[in-house]
T-cell receptor
């Protein structure tokens, strides 16, 4: 049962344009959401997060939007740069079965073309 | 502040052997989680340890086990290695619930 879904395995955009990465979740107990960026042969690095009490969080070129009613979040990167090319993982955190869990999606590979 | 340290970075083992991977979390972090990454499968959760106790476990066979020491360092062991165990194994530490996880560089395990 995949609780965090990233339905697009890959995304390709032109440098300077907007990149929009999407993520859906199924469990309404999730209350904290995160995005990670991963380069090959390295561990994921934390990018940005959002609490369920907010619907938007911005950090420089990165903005995360949360739509709780749709159980959907998205990461916007504006403007996209070639260095943004990486795999992006969405993650959700919340209490399930008495313990707090952090669940990751399968990732979306973003390619930003010069 | 030092980050999450995983050793070794690379490992080649033969089918049937066993392997132990090590993870030192960020100082002060008591939660350590392990993930397996294979192409197309994303980050698959193995288990989480908190204060030397396994708090959560993913859907992996019993060949995969772990432990955490009193200094929060953690080890992961895989016995009777199979070719399908070849993957990048990632360790992450957290300061607590509702906080971001910080990952190590990973251990690339190749089973031949």
């Amino acid at each position: 049962d995949q609780q965090v879904k990233q339905n697009s395995p890959s995304l390709s955009v032109q440098e300077g344009r907007i990149s929009i990465l999407n993520c859906d979740y199924t469990n309404s107990m999730f209350d904290y959401f995160l995005w990670y960026k991963k380069y090959p042969a390295e561990g994921p690095t934390f990018l940005i997060s959002i609490s369920s009490i907010k619907d938007k969080n911005e950090d420089g070129r990165f903005t995360v939007f949360l739509n709780k009613s749709a159980k959907h979040l998205s990461l916007h990167i504006v403007p996209s740069q070639p260095g943004d090319s990486a795999v992006y993982f969405c993650a959700a955190s919340g209490y399930q079965g008495g313990s707090e869990k952090l669940v990751f999606g399968k990732g979306t590979k973003l390619t930003v073309n010069p | 502040k030092a980050g999450v340290t995983q050793t070794p970075r690379y490992l080649i083992k033969t089918r049937g052997q066993q392997v132990t991977l090590s993870c030192s979390p960020i100082s002060g972090h008591r939660s350590v989680s392990w993930y397996q990454q294979t192409p197309g499968q994303g980050l698959q959760f193995l288990f989480e340890y908190f204060s030397e106790t396994q708090r959560n476990k993913g859907n992996f066979p019993g060949r995969f086990s772990g432990r955490q020491f009193s200094n929060s360092r953690s080890e992961m062991n895989v016995s009777t290695l199979e070719l399908g165990d070849s993957a990048l194994y990632l360790c992450a530490s957290r300061s607590g619930a509702g906080t971001e996880a910080f990952f190590g560089q990973g251990t690339r395990l190749t089973v031949v």
